[in-house]
């Protein structure tokens, strides 16, 4: 036989809404919210830990991280080891310039689709400052393993890769930035890419 155990917790007005929100959704009761609630946390804080991220980022995350299983899950994209990804960057930099990546259709074809998905997911229009925007694309790719970004100023950015995947990560961001309509300015050192905004 089971034991419960009551506990009194304090709630704002919106949490409030969130939870008849979800009650909404089909959760029969407060206390099954929560217990789901307190093992979905636990579960991810424990995957965390191992992984060595900042348990700290991890609030400011969720929505990266829903956004990223969301996108898995209907086969946008893929989980995939990071020296496995290294390696292919490598190849194909090794076949091809920048400029032959850039012009490449194929290519072009799958920045777009990769860009759309910033407009449905963080509902972006024509007023969004395209700032945001540039922060938010190298934060993705942070989040997904393809380097490592940090703001400096407010429109300036560096983004830092394996070196021998520089040159075509920066083709990579150039051209998402190019179909969301950031101009940016972009400056190669070693295993980093220097990015200004400029408008």
């Keep these: 036989m089971k034991l419960f155990h009551r506990i009194t917790i304090s709630l704002t007005e919106n949490d409030l809404r969130l939870l008849e929100d979800l009650l909404r959704e089909g959760f029969k009761s407060y206390s099954q919210i929560f217990r789901n609630a307190l093992e ?32 898995v899950e209907m086969k946008q994209y893929v989980i995939m080891d990071k020296e496995l990804y290294r390696v292919l960057l490598k190849k194909i930099q090794d076949k091809y310039t920048a400029e032959e990546i850039e012009r490449d259709e194929e290519f072009l074809r799958g920045i777009r689709g990769f860009s759309n998905l910033f407009y449905i997911w963080h509902k972006w229009n024509e007023n969004t400052r395209s700032v945001e925007k540039a922060e938010e694309v190298l934060k993705t790719i942070e989040f997904g393993g393809g380097g490592e970004f940090r703001k400096v100023k407010e429109n300036e950015f560096i983004f830092r890769t394996a070196p021998e995947n520089v040159i075509i ?18 400056e190669l050192s070693g295993e980093r890419i220097f990015i200004r905004v400029l408008n």
């Design 40 to 71: 979905f946390y636990w579960r991810l804080f424990k995957a965390f830990k191992m992984a060595g991220y900042s348990i700290e980022k991890l609030p400011k995350d969720y929505e990266r991280i829903a956004y990223h299983i969301y996108n």
């Design 169 to 186: 990560t920066k083709s990579i961001i150039k051209s998402v930035y190019e179909q969301l309509g950031v101009k940016a300015d972009f």
